[in-house]
């Protein structure tokens, strides 16, 4: 479909009305041609009708003409038309898209600004903080769910200090070669360099403290402080007390991490060895029941054997014996439980004791109360 423009619609608008003026003009002609049969008379009557015919029917072809191409023009025109208020909508909504567009545009531009701007400060504040020895490392206590958060609480109290100024206490009034900026130039430096060696003796006791060295770590710690304090005395410098507090309570978090991880540790060695225990009791048991089974089956054989020979005396030990090894037996299937591993070294002392007249071990181990 062809895409009119203004121009194009003025166009036809123009063909339209010359076609009107063509009928009109036609319309007066035929009146005039008429007007003029009725004045003529004899035998020009006849041709001039003739004539006036063929100029109607010429006429009326031509208006037929005209019409169509009017009807041609004025389709067009509205097809043109359409396309043109199509080809409009089109535009405005491309506007609008593209006045979305510019807004979301704008909207991350302003949110990438304020990133930047955040970012900006952190990256000061990180240089400030590199300035003094604080880096953001990773504290063993950090992996402990019950101590992570006083862990955190603690270091962001002590970046709040650094950031504030407030972990370093010195003199505000102190003057070098007569000059109190050059004096309070002094100073920070001073006490930036302090803290810097401050902050790297603490960082350090925190990642190699370990249990049962943690008096060692907070020695090394207060020795970091009290040195601070001689070297600074000029200037009256020494690390704030809430701020060394600070320290020495993530120092001790940490110990505390170390300590558990350690009896931690220890519980499962331990656990490993009654395992190991229990395991090593279990075999022997299995191998004494098998033992007595065995025991138990060679004195019914023989009992058997007696009893066949009339040997009633004889076969009453027999019986006494059986009934010992079958007690033993009893005692340790009754029930169905499984004892634990004392139980069943007592259990093995006892069966040894019967079977062959002498103690197991040395000291015999009791069995618990709720044990078979």
């Known amino acids: 479909m062809p895409i009119f423009g203004g121009k194009q619609i003025a166009e036809l608008q123009q063909k339209l009305a010359i076609g009107e003026q063509q009928y009109n003009d036609a319309q007066r002609t035929i009146a005039e041609l008429s007007g003029l049969i009725e004045r003529a008379g004899g035998g020009e009557i006849t041709r001039m009708r003739a004539l006036v015919e063929q100029t109607r ?49 704008k909207a991350k531009t302003m949110e990438q600004k304020a990133e930047l701007h955040a970012l900006g400060i952190r990256y000061d504040e990180g240089i400030k903080m590199l300035d003094v020895g604080w880096t953001d490392y990773e504290s063993p206590a950090a992996s402990s769910v019950a101590l992570k958060g006083q862990l955190d609480e603690v270091r962001a109290t002590i970046k709040e200090m650094i950031r504030t100024g407030a972990a370093v206490d010195a003199s505000e009034t102190f003057t070098f070669n007569d000059s109190k900026a050059k004096g309070r130039k002094f100073v920070h430096d001073m006490a930036k360099m302090m803290l810097r060696a401050y902050n790297a003796e603490a960082e350090n006791c925190v990642l190699t403290v370990k249990a049962g060295n943690g008096n ?37 978090l940490t110990l505390q991490y170390q300590n558990a991880k350690k009896a931690e540790k220890e519980a499962e060695r331990e656990e490993r060895a009654r395992l190991r225990e229990q395991a090593r009791a279990e075999k022997e048991l299995r191998a004494e029941r098998e033992r007595l089974e065995k025991e138990r089956q060679h004195y019914l054989n023989v009992l058997k054997a007696v009893e066949e020979a009339g040997n009633s005396t004889e076969a009453e030990k027999l019986r006494q014996q059986l009934a010992e090894i079958e007690e033993g037996i009893n005692d340790v299937e009754t029930g169905g439980q499984q004892p634990c591993w004392i139980c069943l070294r007592h259990l093995e002392h006892w069966v040894f004791r019967r079977t062959y007249g002498q103690d197991r071990y040395d000291t015999p181990p009791r069995p618990h109360g709720s044990c078979p």
């Open 216 to 252: 060692v770590a907070r020695n090394r710690l207060e020795r970091a402080r009290d040195q601070i304090v001689k070297l600074g005395a000029l200037i009256n410098l020494q690390i704030n007390f809430h701020y060394h507090r600070l320290r020495i309570k993530e120092l001790e």
């Open 57 to 105: 029917r010429e006429q009326e072809a031509a208006i037929a003409s005209l019409r169509q191409q009017h009807e041609q023009y004025a389709k067009q025109l509205a097809q043109g038309q359409a396309a043109a208020e199509k080809r409009l909508r089109d535009i405005n909504m491309e506007v609008e898209r593209s006045a979305a567009k510019l807004e979301r545009v």
